[in-house]
């Protein structure tokens, strides 16, 4: 049997955007009547995607305005750096400098809560809050309401730290990916102790494979070491608990240089999750899925959802055992 399910960010209510650009924004604002507001709002959200037969349904990140916020909320040993330039997509803005001035000005920036600006590590990492994180996610298991049908799962945005943000504070990236995971770990855990199913929604991965100044060894050990790290963050968590998401080909554009799917799925199948989903924004990929024939024939059945060109349609993999346990040694 099929799951039906989808990723992401969900359009959000004028009213519920005013308070939170009046939070982060620095601007006074009514907490109780945030929790009110987001309470109602996320109910109604879970409530349309019952109806349309969604079947793991999410809260839509509607209380996250953006990873790079939730981050600096989250976690101790972050800070802002707004006059520090937002370094994405080098080749392609490289390549296509009109387009992409418009595109981050018009559609992937201009439309953020609070402005996109970098985000760097500047002393160890530390969750904060540790004794309200469970509070937090019980709060979200009600905002999700179970009764409904579906069992709810939380898209969760806080792995995207471990590539995004810069580290001038740990000797290495290694060092630092780890440290960040045994973090993360805590707040994975108070997700599955809520009934919640976590989702690592994660952009970077693809990335590594399209990095300037990395040779072909190099990417493949960043990605090892990237890979080593998530399933630290992963451990003591059921693999069934688990569902994992890459964003490879998340921009809308040419996308000329980007990684392809058999670049990437030795690394991510490795992962300790029990279900994962890709990208298929645009003809660019719509064609990979026939990797699984070749890697695995018969062992996966392939729910390639109806393709829409310029949406975020995820390609579902079902019954993948057999070739993850492969991979990872089992």
Request: charged share 25%; glycine share 8%; hydrophobic share 35%.
């Amino acid at each position: 049997m099929a799951l039906t399910t989808h990723i992401g960010s969900l359009p959000r209510l004028d009213k519920l955007l005013d308070i939170l650009k009046a939070k982060y924004g620095g601007q006074p604002y009514d907490e109780a009547e945030l929790n009110s507001i987001l309470t109602q709002e996320v109910a109604d959200c879970v409530r349309k995607q019952v109806e349309c037969s969604i079947e793991i349904v999410t809260d839509g990140e509607y209380s996250k305005p953006g990873f790079f916020t939730y981050i600096r909320e989250r976690f101790d040993g972050y800070e802002s750096r707004p006059e520090q330039k937002l370094v994405l997509f080098q080749k392609e803005v490289s390549s296509f400098p009109e387009y992409y001035a418009r595109y981050f000005k018009e559609a992937m920036m201009g439309g953020a809560i609070l402005p996109i600006v970098p985000v760097v590590c500047t002393g160890a990492d530390k969750i904060q809050g540790r004794g309200e994180t469970a509070d937090r996610y019980r709060q979200c298991e009600g905002r999700l309401p179970g009764r409904w049908g579906p069992r709810p799962s939380c898209v969760f945005a806080g792995h995207r730290v471990l590539g995004r943000c810069i580290n001038e504070y740990y000797k290495s990236d290694e060092e630092y990916f780890h440290a960040l995971a045994a973090e993360l770990n805590k707040e994975y855990r108070a997700i599955v102790a809520a009934g919640i199913l976590v989702q690592v929604d994660d952009p970077f991965l693809p990335d590594i494979f399209v990095e300037p100044g990395l040779d072909d060894k190099q990417k493949k050990r960043r990605a090892e070491i990237y890979i080593e790290a998530t399933n630290v963050a992963l451990s003591g968590i059921p693999a069934e608990r688990v569902r994992f998401h890459t964003c490879y080909g998340i921009n809308e554009g040419p996308r000329i240089y980007e990684s392809n799917l058999p670049e990437i799925i030795e690394y991510v199948l490795k992962i300790n999750a029990g279900s994962f989903s890709f990208e298929a924004a645009n003809p660019r990929h719509e064609r990979e899925y026939h990797l699984f024939d070749h890697l695995i024939g018969e062992c996966v059945s392939t729910l390639w959802h109806s393709f829409v060109r310029g949406s975020r349609q995820p390609i579902l993999l079902k019954s993948i055992l057999h070739l993850s346990n492969k991979l990872r040694g089992k």
